[in-house]
T-cell receptor, first 113, second 109 residues
Framework: DAMVIQNPRYQVTQFGKPVTLSCSQT?????MYWYQQKSSQAPKLLFH???????NEADTPDNFQSRRPNTSFCFLDIRSPGLGDAAMYLC????????????FGPGTRLTVL | GQNIDQPTEMTATEGAIVQINCTYQ??????LFWYQQHAGEAPTFLSY??LDGLEEKGRFSSFLSRSKGYSYLLLKELQMKDSASYLC??????????WGAGTKLIIKP
């Protein structure tokens, strides 16, 4: 089945210790998104890729970086996690149509100790 | 600023009908999405409305009024598995998805 996969599902890290979250997709979608979602809040868009074209949201902290080595994979790097970065991180993909539906992976829940 | 408003929480009874409202003020409008999100899981797509009116999909229906900046999601014959958060999201003039905080729906037997 075509899908969006995120690994790991649960990640625990220590304050200040870099962490990388991964996302892969078999939908062959050109657009990939990273969202941060805290409990009972709306998902917050961090950045998205249109093919290899990287688009950073204006209020995304520099602490968050992303890489997309190919169409299928996208990574979220958190360089120095703080306690406030504990959240669910959602990867989504969509086609190139401007109104195309976004399809989400299962998410990675990040805990910062 | 851009804003999506939904009730924080609603409670309904198994087998009943519930309507979850969403109002929006955005810079432009290119469609409205409803997603379902179970606790600890990712949002899953339910519906997309861009024209006024009601779209029916099995037990779920979604309604849109662009002139009123208003949508609702109607869930019929509620089942326990419908307990989840329901997120309303609007595509603005830049085709950016603006998300509401979601409505937590609690179903009681």
């Amino acid at each position: 089945d075509a899908m969006v996969i995120q690994n790991p599902r649960y990640q625990v890290t220590q304050f200040g210790k870099p962490v990388t979250l991964s996302c892969s997709q078999t939908l062959n979608h050109n657009v990939m998104y990273w969202y941060q979602q805290k409990s009972s809040q709306a998902p917050k868009l961090l950045f998205h890729y249109y093919d290899k074209d990287f688009n950073n949201e204006a209020d995304t902290p520099d602490n968050f970086q992303s890489r997309r080595p190919n169409t299928s994979f996208c990574f979220l790097d958190i360089r120095s996690p703080g306690l406030g970065d504990a959240a669910m991180y959602l990867c989504a993909t969509s086609g190139t149509g401007s109104t195309d539906t976004q399809y989400f992976g299962p998410g990675t829940r990040l805990t910062v100790l | 600023g851009q804003n999506i408003d939904q009730p924080t929480e609603m409670t309904a009874t198994e087998g009943a009908i519930v309507q979850i409202n969403c109002t929006y003020q955005t810079s432009g409008f290119n469609g409205l999405f409803w997603y379902q999100q179970h606790a600890g899981e990712a949002p899953t797509f339910l519906s997309y409305n861009v024209l006024d009116g009601l779209e029916e999909k099995g037990r779920f229906s979604s309604f849109l009024s662009r002139s009123k900046g208003y949508s609702y999601l109607l869930l019929k014959e509620l089942q326990m598995k419908d307990s989840a958060s329901y997120l309303c999201a609007v595509l603005d003039s830049n085709y950016q998805l603006i998300w509401g905080a979601g409505t937590k729906l609690i179903i009681k037997p």
